[in-house]
């Protein structure tokens, strides 16, 4: 069961244009978080930004208490949220997801993430130590690089795109994947980003045979399947289709489940 608290800001760092890191100290929430976890943030009682905003996990840290997120400014909401100081008060609602990422001992795996995407991985990197760790992460340009180091220290062998060639490898992030699995196969792909990139990912994935995890970002008003607002369609191997919240059976769900 989820856990509604108030969390103290204990760290807050502008890492981007537009782009922040909170820390908040919530040892109930942190105890119970897996990788692929989401929170739903409360930034304010007023009518207009009401709506709790869901924001993903990007690392926890158990012994601390400690559990930190990233986002990026895109409305009212965050940029409420983006003036919060250290010191003061969280309303947050977490863990929350029942579809989160598998950690299993695979010999060789690939992550791959887009812009904003790509902080619900971390905390997954940092759990597959018993398994090589390939990870591609795509960047529209070099001013919105972010986490280089921290991703170098959890991966094995990590590949930085973007778009307009700015730094690093020009193109994306699936191009570089690809050519990796032609020399190996990975034993699985996990992925968050931008939805062109997952419909990639799920294309090569089935083409290749490989198991590939996808989370998916949706608007999700209450976290909980109470709201409707993030049902996405999905199918079973028998091709019988129906509708899954993304909040409540995902965010992660297998590439061949979900119709993107």
């Known amino acids: 069961m989820p856990i509604q608290a ?50 993903s996990i990007y690392n926890i840290d158990k012994e601390s208490g400690v559990v930190e997120f990233i986002f990026q400014v895109k409305g009212k909401g965050t940029e409420i949220l983006a003036e919060r100081k250290v010191g003061e008060n969280l309303n947050i609602l977490g863990p929350l997801g029942n579809g989160t990422f598998s950690v299993k001992p695979y010999k060789k795996v690939a992550i791959i993430g887009g812009g904003i995407g790509i902080y ?6 940092k759990n597959l130590k018993d398994s090589e760790v390939n990870t591609y992460l795509g960047f529209r340009n070099k001013d919105l690089v972010t ?7 959890v991966s094995d062998k990590l590949v930085i795109t973007t778009d307009d060639g700015s730094y690093k490898e020009k193109g994306f992030a699936i ?84 119709i993107i």
């Open 6 to 55: 108030d969390c103290q800001i204990v760290g807050k760092e502008k890492i981007a244009d537009k782009i922040y890191k909170f820390s908040v100290k919530t040892k109930e929430i942190a105890e119970l978080a897996k990788p692929g976890n989401f929170l739903e943030i409360k930034v304010s009682d007023s009518l207009e930004t009401f709506l709790r905003r869901p924001i």
């Open 120 to 125: 619900p991985l971390y905390e997954l990197a």
């Open 147 to 153: 986490l280089e180091d921290e991703f170098s220290e």
């Open 175 to 258: 191009d570089f994947m690809k050519k990796d699995c032609e020399k190996e196969k990975f034993d699985r792909i996990y992925a968050c980003g931008p939805l062109p990139m997952l419909k990639a990912v799920q294309a090569f994935a089935k083409e290749a045979g490989i198991v590939a995890e996808i989370s998916l970002e949706e608007r999700m008003g209450c976290g909980i399947g109470a709201c409707v607002g993030c049902a996405v369609l999905t199918q079973d191997s028998e091709g019988n289709q129906k509708y899954k919240y993304v909040c409540q059976h995902g965010p992660v769900f297998n590439s061949k489940e979900v």
